[in-house]
């Protein structure tokens, strides 16, 4: 069973940065994309950020030239570098992947079978 576990929110100034981390265990996948995706009060979910097997990166309009994903050397942990944050940033944040690799702009949570549990990012302006 795929599990997968975030870490690194907390409360920041506005301007300041986080290092989202997501761990997978029991991920053996050869072709798989994983995701980062947010829900803001009130809001609906959004995919941020995505990066498959391939190398390949997305990135919502809102977070470019501020966010960077990318993946750890053993493959099973992805990272979301979060630079320059602005108080429209807070939500609780979302790892997830799925076996495959997901095309879909934007990001759809149907794409994704495996969530992890979220963890807050909050910015004070």
């Known amino acids: 069973e795929v599990q997968l576990v975030e870490s690194g929110g907390g409360l920041v100034q506005a301007g300041g940065s986080l290092r989202l981390s997501c761990a997978a265990s029991g991920f053996d996948f050869h072709e798989y994309t994983f995701g980062w995706f947010r829900q803001a009060p009130g809001k609906e979910r959004e995919g941020v950020s995505s990066i498959d097997s391939d190398g390949n990166t997305y990135y919502i309009d809102s977070v470019k030239g501020r966010f960077t994903i990318s993946e750890g050397n053993a493959k099973n942990t992805t990272y979301l570098q979060m630079n320059g944050l602005k108080p429209e940033d807070t939500a609780v944040y979302y790892c997830?992947?799925?076996?495959?690799?997901?095309?879909?702009?934007?990001?759809?949570?149907?794409?994704?079978?495996?969530w992890g549990q979220g963890t807050q990012v909050t910015v004070s302006s």
């Open positions: 997830a992947t799925t076996l495959g690799i997901t095309t879909a702009r934007p990001l759809g949570e149907l794409e994704f079978d495996y």
